[in-house]
């Protein structure tokens, strides 16, 4: 009998777990906008990726070898549409990852996570954030240093983040990015948009606000020069009354 010949198995990493994306509404709205906000910060840089709640990769043949960001950035790979990021494809280290804790996550955001960042991923700077202020701390960052993190110092109750060039921190109550070199706040596209609309809602108020005032000033001007004829037709009236007069006499 002539012996087959299977196929090699064929390797697969899967792209995920069927697992929801985040715990709570709060926490899944976050991890959007804080993808989205990035992501726009960076819309004009080609090599800069964000990207978030995706399969990472970290070691070839070993599907196991795997973590999920909740959202990352990293310099040097372009913006296309990543299924999975595997390191030995893409580039194998990140410059920034955000992990949205919750009480049931704490251990492993702040343990077995945060060693794979830090030892394996040589994540530049990692921060952890707790949109309901359950865990303590709630809110903090690491920086990479030599071989180890250390703990980002607040600045005015915000985390400077050197990789991204902005301020992590709470804007009414939801997390933000500030920008300090334009001293203002950070936000996803649809409050930008909604920013835009006012803004051109107020624009187009002071315009018709400005046409009226116009329109205003030009009947008070003609009024005012109705008035100044009438009143020069009336003393023209009295000196011819009076140079009548005169005559007469």
Same mark, same amino acid.
């Given at each position: #009998? ?8 064929? !390797? ?8 929801? #994306? ?13 993808? =989205?906000?990035?992501?726009?910060? *960076?819309?004009?840089?080609? =090599? ?5 709640? #995706? ?40 410059? %920034? ?7 049931? @996550?704490? @251990? ?12 394996? !991923? ?31 110092? *607040? ?28 001293? #203002?706040? %950070? ?37 005012? @020069? ?18 009548? !007069?005169?005559? @007469?006499?």
């Amino acid at each position: #009998m002539r012996k087959r010949i299977g196929a090699a198995p064929t !390797l697969v990493y899967p792209d995920s777990d069927g697992e929801p #994306m985040a715990e709570s509404g709060k926490h899944v709205r976050t991890l959007l906008d804080m993808i =989205d906000a990035i992501d726009q910060f *960076f819309r004009d840089v080609p =090599d800069v990726h964000v990207g978030g709640n #995706m399969f990472l990769y970290y070691e070839e043949g070993n599907p196991r070898k795997v973590i999920s960001p909740d959202v990352f950035m990293v310099r040097g790979v372009s913006k296309k549409d990543l299924r999975t990021y595997k390191t030995w494809e893409q580039q194998p280290y990140l410059d %920034f990852v955000l992990e949205l804790a919750s009480p049931s @996550t704490y @251990t492993k955001d702040f343990n077995e996570k945060k060693a794979i960042y830090e030892q394996i !991923l040589r994540v530049k700077e990692y921060c952890i954030y707790d949109p309901y202020h359950e865990i303590d701390p709630s809110f903090i960052g690491f920086r990479l240093v030599g071989d180890a993190y250390e703990e980002i110092a *607040f600045v005015e109750g915000r985390l400077p983040c050197e990789t991204l060039g902005l301020e992590l921190g709470e804007r009414d109550g939801v997390l933000r990015l500030y920008d300090p070199v334009k001293g #203002m706040w %950070f936000g996803p596209g649809r409050e930008h948009t909604a920013e835009a609309e006012a803004r051109a809602f107020e624009e187009a108020h002071a315009r018709q606000k400005a046409e009226v005032r116009a329109s205003e000033a030009e009947v008070r001007a003609s009024e005012e @020069t109705r008035a100044r004829r009438e009143a020069e037709a009336e003393l023209e009236k009295l000196r011819a009354a009076l140079h009548r !007069l005169e005559t @007469t006499e």
